[in-house]
């Protein structure tokens, strides 16, 4: 049997071909000073490009390389879990494949880490992105706070180190859709944060655009919270309550007083809060059915198509 490693660094790959041999050869470099044995896990989830050429050559000339290929595409996260499901190392690394995560900072990140903490993430203090991918982005951390109850900090990322029981617990959650942060946040151990160097990004553009991130914070509050269905009853109860205060009052001048004429907009309104009341409700709830329905198959996050042999 192979020795476990000392730390697996885990990299999901979309549309930066470019950049994954500078990425190889400066994570080799930063580690070989700490000094650790490592691994190195490209994970392609089917993007743009022919990385899958690159890291099947790069794994032919290095052990330490190992490349999964997806069938297709699944989204950073889920490819993120099928290189955490791979990893041997007694730590895992997350880092992008586009260079924005420096790989120099996993010393730091190492060394932070035994000083006895299970997660360390980078903050990225200057942020080197456009103003539309920042504010998708504090969109997405303001969704997670909004599910956990607790203070989220936007700078912070997925590039960070975790600890083996951290990665085990992990694995063994059944949530889906799977979102690493928030599985990672979780598992209950406490977070600790350096400030990191962000760069630009070397190849391309993110794949993350405003729709695509609120698309992506709808399917997390629906599948990782019940504060919809919580929200629904409180407009139920909103609804009831100004229908029967609409009944009573028609009721009140249309009887008790002897007025006939009645105030139709008033009615007719009411029907429309009622209505967008049930609308609304059933939305919520087809949501809930869909997340209940997909646990029941246990789809499977990912498939992995192909796999690069070690020599």
Known sequence: MADVPDISVVVPVYGSDSTLAPLYKRVAAAISGIPAGFE??????????????????????????TGLKL???????????????LARG?????????LQDRPEEITRLWAKAQEGHDIVVGRRVKRQDSFFKRLSSKFFHEVIKYINNQK??????????????VIDKIKLSSETPKIFPLLMQRTGFPVKSIDVEH??????????TLKRKIFLAMNVIAFY????????????IFAA????????????????FGCQSVDWTKIISISFILSGA???????????????FNQLKKKSPSIVADRTQTT
């Open 241 to 256: 309550v100004a229908a029967f205060s609409s009944g009573l009052w028609i009721f009140v001048h249309s009887f008790l």
């Open 40 to 65: 190195l896990i490209f994970v392609d989830d089917c993007g743009p490009g022919n990385p899958w050429a690159i890291i099947s050559k790069m794994a032919q000339n290095d052990p330490r390389v």
């Open 152 to 165: 989220n900090d936007p700078a912070q990322a997925t590039f960070g180190i975790y600890s083996r029981r």
């Open 90 to 98: 007694r730590w895992v690394v997350i880092m992008d494949c586009d």
């Open 225 to 236: 919270s019940d504060k919809p269905l919580n929200i629904w009853v409180r407009l139920k």
């Open 71 to 85: 069938s297709r595409n699944y989204g950073q996260h889920n490819a993120i879990m099928a290189g955490i499901n």
């Open 278 to 292: 049930v609308i609304l409700g059933m939305g919520i709830l087809e949501i809930y059915i869909k997340r209940i």
């Open 199 to 208: 760069c630009w990004r070397a190849e391309g553009k993110s794949s993350y």
